[in-house]
């Protein structure tokens, strides 16, 4: 059980375009979902946070109109990344947890973006 | 805000030792949660264990062990008996218990063990 899959698990794209990442929750229902990025040998940094049918809330110095949160469903929440530059070249990793305690956060596999 | 620190970067061990690898977190909550997780080369984090402030029984899975103990604000992980798929990236993590929070996690650096035959 727990299972969270992302899609696509890596995507290369154009300088200029947009990359719409899927995070879904398989087997449970993802009250919340969290967005993260990891760039090589180093830690996971949160992005944003996402609650069921609300807005997303951006940690500090993420760009919420760079990075557009979307969580229609409690199994279901997708991250757009508008007008990709090469900097946004990343490992990006969404987790889910479901309830309302401190209830384990499980990862999807992430997706590798290449922004060329 | 809450920290936390893993200081080895690195560590390599020959199959069959045991490693030990350090966390130690800060926090100004009373109640909060310990995690750790395992990310080997694919990439995708699996979770090992998770701690409440409240417990601090320290636990035994097969060949890994955890040892909590907030005199020292530390949450170190032990696997002994190390084998080859036990070479990963893992990090430690911490959870803030405040009510609308989100229990959101802080993560360590993470340490990568290599473990060579």
């Known amino acids: 059980g727990a299972v969270v899959s992302q899609h696509p698990s890596w995507v290369i794209c154009k300088s200029g375009t947009s990359v719409k990442i899927e995070c879904r929750s398989l087997?449970?229902?993802?009250?919340?979902m969290f967005w993260y990025r990891q760039f090589p040998k180093q830690s996971l940094m949160l992005m944003a946070t996402?609650?069921?049918?609300?807005?997303?809330?951006?940690e500090q110095g993420v760009e919420k109109d760079k990075f557009l949160i979307n969580h229609a469903s409690l199994t279901l929440s997708t991250l757009t990344v508008t007008s990709a530059h090469p900097e946004d070249s990343s490992f990006y990793i969404c987790?889910?947890?479901?309830?309302?305690?401190?209830?384990?956060?499980?990862f999807g596999p992430g997706t590798r973006l290449t922004v060329t | 805000a809450q920290k936390v620190t893993q200081a080895q970067t690195e560590i390599s061990v020959v199959e069959k030792e045991d490693v030990t690898l350090d966390c130690v977190y800060e926090?100004?909550?009373?109640?909060?949660?310990l995690f750790w997780y395992k990310q080997p080369p694919s990439g995708e984090l699996v979770f090992l264990i998770r701690r409440n402030s409240f417990d601090e029984q320290n636990e035994i899975s097969g060949r890994y062990s955890w040892n909590f103990q907030k005199s020292t604000s530390s949450f170190n992980f032990t696997i002994t008996a190390s084998q080859v798929v036990d070479s990963a990236v893992y990090f430690c993590a911490l959870a803030e218990g405040l009510a609308g929070s989100n229990y959101k996690l802080t993560f360590g650096k993470g340490t990568l063990l290599t473990v060579n035959p």
């Open positions: 926090t100004r909550d009373t109640t909060y949660y």
């Open positions: 087997d449970f229902q993802a009250t919340t």
């Open positions: 987790s889910a947890r479901g309830g309302r305690g401190p209830y384990e956060q499980y």
């Open positions: 996402s609650n069921e049918g609300s807005k997303a809330t951006y």
